[in-house]
């Protein structure tokens, strides 16, 4: 039976973990790091680079590297590269690939299935872009599970009863959820959260400080410069994270910019205080989802015993106040895992495979979910924080005589009206057979899976006619486009995986091009036989002409008969 895996997907660093011997064990990558950056990049030779190699090239290759692509994910954005644009399923799907490959790599067999983790405040749109991207990356996704909901299975499936808050803080979403566990029981009570909070936006606060302190002493702006630009987010994350740990430190980039006297340099010092004013109203916005959750969840509190902080963006300072001050000093933990997110899914593909027993997890759907009625207001019909799995519906009528169709519009949101919240899908019901107006009665069920995400239909229930569609929010890429995508995901992989072959080859050949020539170099001419010298000597010059063509299958061929000659060296 193929191995299920956890992946954690995350805004600036994703990571994938495996249950072993019924505990999760994060994954190193084939860099030998716990996370790989969520960065993509295209070469100019169309390469493909994922990860730590993709972020080495950012400054050097910014038009054609792509991070933080998480938070575009379920909107209609896209990068065009060589005439060919990708949206933000595809590029997850390359990150997905990569952590599949290591994954694979690790165990020695195949990947197919996958739980994967989303924030918590997703929304149908986001949620059916992430399970496309899985998709395409050939995965077979077993579940969506929200961020706080996983770190918190990590934490406590084996505790006993305990109230917790988890608050999940990563680079681009903010999440924060209240859940009771025990006996293998994870129920989420309520959860809130930004999509467009976090720690990217403190990143590029500092950016902006950074720019305007040089425009305002050079007279140059870098507002424009992209390469500049990507050189500043580097300096900004490595000067946020250093902040976390002194009261001050040090941003000097060297030739940033140029003027007509000559190369510019920027040299600046940033406090924790000053940083921490210009961050101010976005730790400010962490409120709002912490008040939420409470009174969603009614309870005081008193009644939380521990808060479990997730997320490099937790361990800001001003972030560990802010919860301190919240909670009023609340037991802060954080779970004893490499990546809690990335063991938790892990845990959950072994609960859904049959490899872990006893152990439940309710999860909820964050965003109340209804239908458009008279005057625009918003009729919910699965209010926010209902546990999933789910199923509702409610009975309509028509509003006219002889009314033959029915245009049922879903929303998302919690607004009264609907013009405030997200439209999601449209049914449209055709055909109704003609009556007096509040005679007919149309029932609309809202059915939503246990990854969140929906599916309506309408229904007469007079003649029976009914229609069904899948919600998505508007994002949901065609059938034939997703087949497309899964081909050209399949082909960039048979390419990848070629080009690591080839590369194994080529190291190979070098080293036993090294090696030989050093054996004959340290061995004196009476110990080696004259014709075995000989041979030996032309089967490495061979071997490096085949090099030199960069002829893989010449390579190797060259590379087993120089073996054959290194073997009879040593005798």
């Known amino acids: 039976m193929a191995r299920a895996v956890g992946i954690d997907l995350g805004t600036a660093h994703s990571v994938v973990s495996v249950l072993e011997g019924g505990e999760p064990t994060v994954i190193t990558n084939a860099e ?14 169309g390469e493909v680079l994922v ?6 090239q950012a400054v050097t290759n910014t038009d054609r590297t792509i991070c933080s692509v998480k938070r575009h994910m379920g909107t209609g954005w896209k990068v065009r590269i060589d005439g060919t644009d990708f949206t933000p399923q595809q590029i997850s799907a390359f990150i997905l690939q990569k952590l599949k490959r290591d994954a694979e790599s690790y165990l020695g067999e195949r990947v197919t299935d996958a739980v994967i983790t989303v924030p918590a405040y997703f ?29 918190a299975l990590a934490y406590g499936f084996d505790k006993d009863e305990e109230t917790i808050m988890v608050i999940h803080f990563g680079g681009g979403t903010f999440d924060v959820s209240l859940l009771e566990i025990g006996d293998g029981v994870v129920d989420v009570k309520a959860t809130s959260g930004d999509n467009e909070l976090g720690g990217d ?26 390469t500049a630009l990507r050189r500043l987010r580097e300096a900004a994350q490595r000067a946020k994270v250093e902040l976390s740990s002194t009261a001050e430190t040090r941003i000097y980039l060297p030739y940033i910019a140029a003027s007509a006297k000559g190369p510019l340099h920027l040299d600046e010092r940033l406090t924790r205080d000053g940083f921490q004013q210009l961050t101010a109203d976005l730790l400010e916005r962490c409120k709002a989802p912490f008040h939420n959750v409470i009174k969603d969840a009614g309870v005081g509190l008193e009644e939380i015993d521990y808060v479990i902080l997730v997320g490099g963006s937790t361990r800001m300072p001003a972030v560990i106040e802010l919860v301190d001050e919240l909670t009023g000093g609340k037991k ?61 519906s409610e009975i309509f009528t028509t509003t006219r005589d002889n009314q033959t169709e029915l245009e049922i519009k879903v929303y998302e949101g919690e607004h009264k009206l609907t013009a405030r919240n997200k439209k999601i899908a449209t049914i449209k019901l055709t055909g109704l057979p003609p009556a007096k107006a509040g005679k007919l009665e ?22 029976g006619k009914e229609q069904r569609v899948a919600v998505t929010g508007g994002s949901a890429l065609p059938q034939g486009n997703l087949e497309r995508m899964v081909r050209e995901a399949e082909r960039c992989e048979e390419q990848e995986r070629q080009r690591r072959n080839s590369a194994e080859t080529r190291d190979r050949a070098n080293q036993l091009v ?3 020539e050093r ?19 032309a089967a490495v010059g061979e071997l490096k002409e085949a090099l030199k063509n960069g002829d893989d299958a010449a390579v190797h061929e060259a590379t087993e008969n120089a073996a054959i000659t290194a073997q009879k060296l040593r005798r």
């Open 201 to 226: 936006d403190w990143d590029q606060r500092i950016v902006g400080h950074l720019v305007k302190r040089f425009t305002d002493e050079h007279g140059v702006g870098l507002a424009e410069d992209r």
């Open 123 to 151: 929304s149908q749109a986001e949620r059916q872009a992430t399970k496309e991207a899985g998709q395409i990356a050939g995965l077979n996704v077993l579940r969506l599970v929200s961020e706080p909901t996983s770190a």
């Open 519 to 537: 054996f004959i170099q340290d061995h004196h001419a009476d110990t080696v036989p004259i014709d075995i010298k000989t041979k030996a000597e």
């Open 514 to 516: 090294y090696a030989i």
């Open 32 to 45: 030998g790091a716990i996370s790989t950056p969520s960065v993509v990049a295209f070469t100019k030779n």
């Open 332 to 392: 802060r933990q954080r779970v004893r895992s490499d990546d809690p997110v990335a063991a938790g899914a892990a845990l959950q593909a072994g609960v859904l495979k049959g490899e872990v027993r006893d152990v439940l997890l309710l999860d909820i759907t964050p965003l109340s979910l209804g239908v458009e009625t008279e005057g625009g207001i918003m009729n919910k019909i699965i209010e926010r924080n209902t546990t999933i799995a789910t199923k509702r």
């Open 51 to 56: 990860g730590e190699a993709a972020k080495r």
């Open 442 to 463: 149309i029932e609309v069920a809202f059915d939503i899976d246990a990854n969140g995400i929906m599916h309506v239909s309408a229904k007469e229930l007079r003649t």
